[in-house]
């Protein structure tokens, strides 16, 4: 069993930043693939951006060129940084882990992008 625990959400204004993590129970980050998925209220959870245990990195469009997702071995985390935040970048946002049949989700946190 793996727990993830996210933090960093919170409120900010269009165009601001933040920075999300997820810590890992347990040393997971060169076996398992590790992403970030967001949902809106009304719409179904999409991925964010992910990192396999190579380190290649994928991202959904409407990100690209504004997130960057990392990952450190050695303190089995990952983090989500998100730059030039849009409304449309309001959602809760899960961490999660996956590797064959495993599939781990944290609990979710809180991101709002409001004037």
């Known amino acids: 069993q793996v727990q993830l625990v996210e933090s960093g959400g919170g409120l900010v204004q269009p165009g601001g930043s933040l920075s999300l993590s997820c810590a890992a129970s347990?040393?997971?980050?060169?076996?398992?693939?590790m992403g970030w998925y967001r949902q809106a209220p009304g719409k179904k959870r999409e991925l964010v951006a992910r990192i396999s245990p190579g380190g290649s990195t994928n991202y959904v469009d409407s990100v690209k060129g504004r997130f960057t997702i990392s990952g450190d071995n050695a303190k089995s985390s990952v983090d989500l940084q998100m730059n030039n935040l849009k409304s449309e970048d309001t959602a809760v946002y899960y961490c999660?882990?996956?590797?064959?049949?495993?599939?781990?989700w944290g609990q979710g946190t809180q991101v709002t992008v409001d004037s």
């Open positions: 999660n882990a996956r590797h064959l049949w495993y599939d781990y």
């Open positions: 347990r040393s997971i980050l060169s076996v398992y693939t």
